[in-house]
């Protein structure tokens, strides 16, 4: 089993590594989720563009806090479109493991007993309650989705790295 961690998200996603248990079982992985809910395809174009398909397809557990399409069109204008070239890649990669966090975060179980992660991309977020709501980093926590390698987490927000 892969274990997720700053050092090796990269690597799994140059190497291609996918999981054999999810394809054989059928069960969707945080990435087919993030596509079949629909309110995400900003987020899964950004994958692809990034060429991270396979490291999110891979053996977790991981949590993305993914951020909605609304999320994306928060951004100032020009910066989506910016960051979707390939000479921005590296940006993007940053910007995108900033929202992958190690291991399996449910909203109710997890994120409420939690105040910090350290994403992928070697970064922290602020986990808090605020007014019984959860946030990451400032965004609006709205629903978690279940996969067969971890779990999508809606956010209101993209979260930018440091």
């Known amino acids: 089993m892969i274990r997720f961690n700053a050092k090796n998200f990269a690597a799994v996603a140059l190497l291609g590594l996918t999981s054999v248990a ?5 069960s969707s992985t945080v990435l087919d989720v993030a596509k079949e809910k629909g309110n995400f395809s900003t987020l899964a174009k950004a994958i692809e563009v990034a060429g991270l398909n396979d490291a999110l397809t891979a053996n977790g557990p991981i949590t993305i806090f993914a951020p909605t399409d609304e999320a994306f069109a928060k951004l100032p204008p020009g910066q989506l479109e910016a960051l979707l070239r390939p000479e921005n890649k590296d940006q993007l990669v940053k910007i995108l493991t900033n929202h992958v966090v190690p291991g399996k975060a449910l909203e109710e179980n997890d994120l409420k007993r939690t105040r ?3 994403t992928v991309s070697g970064e ?5 309650l605020v ?17 067969a390698n971890g779990v999508v987490v809606a956010i209101d927000s993209v979260l930018l790295p440091n």
């Open 22 to 26: 999810a394809q054989a079982s059928g």
């Open 131 to 147: 007014r019984g709501r959860v946030r990451v980093d400032g965004a609006r926590v709205s629903g978690d989705f279940n996969a």
């Open 116 to 118: 910090s992660a350290k």
């Open 124 to 128: 922290d977020v602020k986990i808090e």
